[in-house]
């Protein structure tokens, strides 16, 4: 941004309220043409309708499990019947499930996408650390239509397709990390 020097920025963003602290209104001398709330725009029908369902994590011992060092109950085999009965339960619109699943750490996206697909789903693990080729070859693969040997039920991910991504066909998103986000 620092090569162009215009008389007037203008900038669009869906998600004005970072996570990372930034300022983004700064950028943009703080002019906002037009701003609309999520509720309005849905009531608008200017974005598609969703389901958000908030479901609590697996507890054991009366403990929930949101400690990493117990890493070993955030793939457990409870955890992970837990998991896909609430997806299932709740579902999906379409012809077949096309989700993204959000983790905590890698190792914990490699060893869910193990599980599921043990359970006959067919998933991939993709991180920050996978080429944008492979991330664009796993969407395809999520997105196909009809669903046939190469395609993908789930991506399970960390650090990449937050806030901001825009894949219009997928149906789920399991949300299996913290986060204080409001957005």
Same mark, same amino acid.
């Given at each position: 941004?620092?090569? *162009?020097? /215009? ?8 998600? /004005? ?48 499990? !949101? ?22 339960? *709740?579902?999906? #619109? ?6 993204? @699943? ?14 599921? !697909? ?8 993709? #991180? ?10 796993? @969407? ?19 650090? @990449? *397709?937050?806030?901001?991504?825009? @894949? ?12 204080? #986000?409001?957005?």
């Amino acid at each position: 941004m620092d090569y *162009f020097q /215009p008389a007037f920025w203008f900038g669009m963003t869906a998600s /004005p309220e970072r996570t990372d602290g930034f300022d983004i209104y700064r950028l943009f001398d703080h002019n906002v043409a037009y701003e609309i709330r999520l509720q309005t725009a849905l009531g608008q029908n200017l974005l598609c309708p969703f389901h958000y369902f908030g479901i609590t994590d697996l507890t054991i011992d009366n403990q929930n499990i !949101n400690n990493l060092r117990l890493f070993q109950f955030l793939t457990s085999d409870d955890r992970v019947k837990h998991i896909l009965d609430r997806a299932e339960y *709740f579902g999906y #619109s379409g012809s077949r499930v096309k989700g993204l @699943i959000f983790c905590s750490t890698l190792d914990e996206c490699k060893a869910l996408s193990v599980k599921f !697909n043990a359970k006959g789903y067919r998933t991939l693990a993709l #991180s920050g650390s996978d080429s944008q080729e492979s991330r664009e070859k796993a @969407i395809e693969r999520l997105t196909q239509e009809p669903r046939d040997a190469n395609a993908l039920d789930y991506i399970l991910t960390v650090d @990449i *397709f937050n806030e901001g991504v825009d @894949i219009p066909e997928i149906n789920q998103v399991l949300l299996l990390r913290p986060t204080q #986000s409001p957005i």
